[in-house]
């Protein structure tokens, strides 16, 4: 996939930008985007009408580089982080050798079983977030599977 180009932002780019995340002042925790994403749960943020993933526009903006070809890659594995210090370049190679590193599979089959145990430990109360942690599946296929798009109760 050829990727576009990244301008540098006019301010009124950058507010609105900032505005469709949250920014904690600690570096270590995530700054979640809070606006549209993508499938799987990557933020995305347009610029004269080109749709880019909301964490390649925070690592332009952040260290003044376009990606360009590479990928940007996330230490916390999050996609919807925008927090520039949880981001970093490398090749589509480099992101999935760092897949199977963190033994993180989002491709992984469930079971039914597994679905519903999913659900049951939802209704007790437990975040997506944690779910997905315990799992080892992103926030996106959680919300699928505990809101019946994906695993429904027959």
Excluded at 61 to 77: A, N
Excluded at 94 to 117: E, F, G, M, S
């Amino acid at each position: 996939m050829k990727h576009i180009p990244i301008r540098d932002l006019t301010i009124d780019e950058l507010i609105n930008f900032n505005s469709k995340r949250i920014q904690y002042e600690s570096i270590e925790i995530c700054w979640p985007w809070i606006a549209s994403t993508k499938p799987k749960g990557y933020g995305k943020f347009s610029i004269e009408r080109i749709s880019y993933r909301a964490s390649r526009v925070a690592y332009k903006i952040y260290y003044g580089i376009d990606p360009g070809e590479l990928d940007v890659l996330h230490t916390c594995d999050n996609p919807n982080c925008c927090n520039p210090h949880h981001l970093y370049l490398g090749t589509s190679a480099d992101n999935q050798k760092d897949c199977r590193d963190r033994n993180r599979h989002p491709n992984v089959r469930l079971t039914l079983a597994i679905a519903n145990q999913i659900r049951s430990d939802y209704q007790r109360g437990i975040s997506n977030k944690e779910l997905a942690s315990k799992y080892n599946l992103l926030d996106s296929h959680i919300s699928n599977i505990i809101y019946n798009r994906k695993w429904r109760n027959s």
